[in-house]
């Protein structure tokens, strides 16, 4: 599970805007940062810890998979086990028939082998092979190969699954070096942006109230409940109930609806129906940035309501305040 960091306030973020006129530099030797500059920067550095997040949420679908699958094998080796064990046992019993009377000081020495390639080694150098009951023989031989290929396939799912989670471990940690950075360079301009606030009460930004959403069907259900979320924060890797990703809110708002989606940005953009931007409608989801790395809900009146980063959390804005890149219909 991602931890989530502080939320800076919506009131904080419009502070920095607002405060600008408080650092005007008196002289170059004096200069302090540029908030404009600051403020892209911080929003750079949401932006790539973000598309961090979406590559962590991909890996971990990835991991769920091959966990299943691993799970899968692992059962079919279990069985392919089982079976080989009980041929051997057969071929235990057939050798002790083949030298029955006789000294089995040699025979001894094979049948205490557990190793199937070893047991099937020592068996064919028995002098008594000719004896022996080819078929089962052969049977024995096909059971220890259909084995072995399940023990490679076991440990091949295994180190992929290894892989995938140091993927994860990987993207996690730019996570949050990019929000530790983030944050570093907010707070220290809190003092003089609120600072600034104080002075200019009549300039403070609010968020956009909530409008009136033309939706039916399951869609409406949907819209419903993302609606309902503006104001949380916004923490990576988080589906609610008080905090969402980008995806983790239009997962769990279509999920309302009775329809199910990935926990991935892309991975939503790859399952639906594609729509043009032209005709969307509520409950649409849009999709931003190239790779896809950002996911909002069309809401209608060219808006979506989406939960943007850890500055603003879930808020309403324009559907072409970011790079569009395409939009699906779930359901």
């Known amino acids: 599970m991602l931890h989530g960091r502080k ?13 600008a006129v408080a650092f005007v530099p008196t002289s170059p030797a004096q200069a302090e940062p540029d908030i404009d500059d600051v403020q892209a920067r911080v929003e750079k550095l949401y932006h790539e810890a973000e598309q961090a997040s979406e590559r962590h949420n991909d890996a971990r679908i990835e991991l769920e998979e091959l966990e299943r699958e691993l799970k899968a094998v692992r059962a079919d080796q279990e069985l392919q086990d089982a079976q080989m064990s009980s041929v051997r046992d057969q071929v235990r019993d057939s050798i002790v028939r083949t030298y029955q009377g006789q000294s089995l000081s040699a025979v001894g020495q094979v049948v205490l082998s557990d190793d199937p390639s070893a047991f099937l080694a020592q068996m064919s150098t028995l002098s008594a092979y000719d004896g022996l009951q080819d078929q089962l023989f052969e049977t024995y031989s096909t059971e220890v190969k259909a084995l072995d290929i399940r023990r490679q396939a076991t440990a091949s799912q295994a180190a992929e699954l290894a892989d995938v989670e140091a993927r994860l471990a990987k993207e996690k940690a730019t996570i949050d070096e990019k929000v530790d950075e983030a944050e570093s360079m907010l707070s220290r301009l809190e003092t003089e942006a609120r600072e600034a606030v104080v002075s200019r009460d009549d300039s403070r930004t ?34 609610g109930p008080s905090s969402f990703d980008c995806s983790g809110l239009t997962m769990m708002a279509w999920r309302q609806a009775g329809v199910s989606l990935p926990h991935s940005s892309s991975a939503q953009y790859s399952g639906g129906t594609k729509v043009s931007t032209s005709s969307l409608q509520p409950g649409d989801l849009v999709f931003y940035y190239s790779p896809i790395s950002h996911v909002g809900m069309y809401i209608g009146n060219g808006q979506i309501v989406h939960a943007a980063n850890p500055s603003t959390g879930v808020q309403i804005t324009g559907v072409n305040t970011m790079p569009l890149v395409g939009a699906v219909r779930p359901g």
Request: charged share 10%; glycine share 10%.
């Open 206 to 239: 609010e968020e956009p109230a909530p409008v009136s959403v033309p939706a039916s069907g399951r869609a409406a259900a949907a819209v419903q409940y993302a609606m309902a979320q503006v104001g949380k924060s916004y923490v990576y890797g988080a589906a």
């Open 7 to 19: 939320r800076l306030t919506t009131a904080f973020a419009g502070a920095l805007l607002i405060g």
